[in-house]
């Protein structure tokens, strides 16, 4: 695929992908269309040469994978995650408050809060229903503008501009509609999966904002979207595995949930998902754990989670050096006390990879004296311990509800992940290894 077909891809993924179920589901339904498998955890898995396969756990994480047709010496992993923030609404969420039903809502994740005011918002997630004896979840996405967070006006505010902060109780609740709209917010999100309100029992439910990504700029050379942090990672990565040719590795693509609220749930990268996973596959294709722990020392991991670029307005915020640009090529991510898990190791084989297929590479580092984040990388390693590069796209405005990458970076990751899916590594010994 080239950049514009890869960009429409994109921008029709995360169309449909409001929330991390919806984006595991549409990740789900391109696997299936690629001849790809779904395995239970549930169930005894058997698992046969040149086989497709992939599982989901909590309907918000997938692990998909193929099987060479010898025996394999280690696994090639890309990881990334399939939430971002957003707010949750609350249980019994409707607020009467001056006529005008309101939402009571949470924060999830660490969010810039300005940018959800003002704009059409409305709801997905999910929700679950008891019938025929058996718990069955719905996913829902109610496809119309339902929701706005007003803002106060700069008359009753006049600091608005120069001492901004949100309070999330009094701040950031949505406008629902008007008095006579009580007890209709349950009825509405029922109707959108044909079930009625009483019917539910329970619920997930996000907000979201409205409108569809664009490319955009003098030469088209930014996209702008919600979700680009995590979600045009976790596309590169499918598209990259989904394009890699057969090795002597097992391709794994691990895309995981709540990476944005740290990730220690039983489908984030701090659960036993990855370390379960690859042991069925061990067990199913007859190694042992002694062959199995072999394989994950010859393993590689590359954890693909979105850059700062560097701020045009901000420029003192960067690293005086290590200044990643959009649409200047792939950013390796290092940090001295390990938030991210790039080594002289892992950096130097991830660079090989791009340097293949020309694919172009950038640096990033804090400034350092700012403290910056951490990714799901060195979370998963504490499970599954292996080599592990952490990279990412560069983008303006992460953790907003509308953020802005460049438009030839996701052709980057593709086409370096293609390649990385391809090969196999060896550990040799004494920090010695081959790829190919």
Known sequence: MKMSEINEKLLDFLQKSPTCFHAIDEIKKTLIKGGYKELSEASKWNLEKDGRYFTIRNQSSIIAFRVPTTSYIGYMIAAAHSDSPTFKIKENPEIVEQGVIKLNVEKYGGMLCAPWFDRPLSVAGRVVIKQDGKFITKLVMVDRDLLLIPNLAIHMNREANSKASYNAQVDMLPVFGGEDAKGKFMEIVAESVGVKKEDILSHDLYLYTRGRGTVWGAQNEFISAGHLDDLQCAFGSLYGFLGANDSESIPVLAIFDNEEVGSGTKQGADST????????????????????????????????????????????????????????????????????????????????????????????????????????????????????????????????????????????????????????????????????
Do not use: W
């Open 273 to 436: 998902f990855l370390q379960d996973t690859l042991e069925r596959i061990a067990l199913s294709l007859g190694k042992s754990l002694e062959e199995n722990k072999q394989a994950i020392a010859s393993s590689f991991m590359v954890s693909a989670d979105n850059a700062h670029a560097v701020h045009p307005n901000h420029v003192e915020k960067a690293d005086p050096i290590n200044r990643p640009k959009m649409n200047q090529g792939i950013v390796i991510k290092y940090n001295a006390n390990q938030k991210y898990t790039t080594d002289a190791v892992s950096a130097a084989v991830f660079k090989d990879i791009c340097q293949e297929v020309n694919v172009p590479v950038q640096t990033f580092t804090n400034r350092s004296d700012v403290l910056g984040g951490s990714t799901l990388g060195n979370i998963s390693n504490a499970h599954v311990s292996l080599n592990t590069v952490d990279i990412g796209l560069a983008q303006l405005a992460m953790h907003s509800s509308y953020e802005t990458a460049g438009a030839k970076d996701t052709e980057y990751l593709v086409e370096a992940l293609s390649h990385f899916f391809s090969l196999s590594l060896k550990d040799e010994g004494e920090g010695t290894f081959t790829l190919k």
